[in-house]
């Protein structure tokens, strides 16, 4: 890895909102800014402030619209890295992973197939009937 992608000269940690932008979990950093400001961020159990410090070791709860998350932070960036090497900056727990995979399976099953082929008159003037009473 690239020595301006890591943040070694900082020890003291990274703003949470930088960090969550840079391991891509939210494509802006104003994205994570507001859903840290929205509640949808918490440091070891307490909720984050955008301008927080997260450390190497702190565990993430972080809900996006992909799931919710459960992390550990392994290592520490400021600046916005390639999808390998995020997937590289943290470890997710089992049993979020397995809760998100389930999630993601229950909202595939629910949605509603879209039909094949657009309505002809005759099932136009049935939906119609159909919708009116």
């Known amino acids: 890895m690239k020595e301006r992608e890591v943040n070694s000269e900082k020890d003291d940690g990274v703003r949470i909102d930088k960090w969550l932008w840079a391991a891509r979990f939210y494509k802006t950093r104003s994205l994570a800014h507001d859903a840290i400001e929205a509640g949808r961020v918490f440091v070891d ?5 955008p301008s927080r410090k997260v450390a190497v070791g702190q565990l993430l709860r972080i809900r996006t619209e992909r799931g919710e998350y459960l992390i550990t932070v392994e290592r520490l960036v400021s600046q916005r890295v390639s999808a390998a090497i995020a997937q590289t900056l943290y470890t ?5 992973r397995m809760a998100r995979e389930e999630a993601a399976e229950m909202r ?16 136009r003037r049935l939906l119609r009937r159909l919708k009116e009473g």
């Open 108 to 123: 595939k099953l629910s949605r509603v197939d879209a039909p094949e082929e657009r309505p002809n008159t005759q099932n």
């Open 92 to 96: 997710e727990s089992d049993k979020s």
């Open 45 to 49: 159990d307490i909720q984050a402030k």
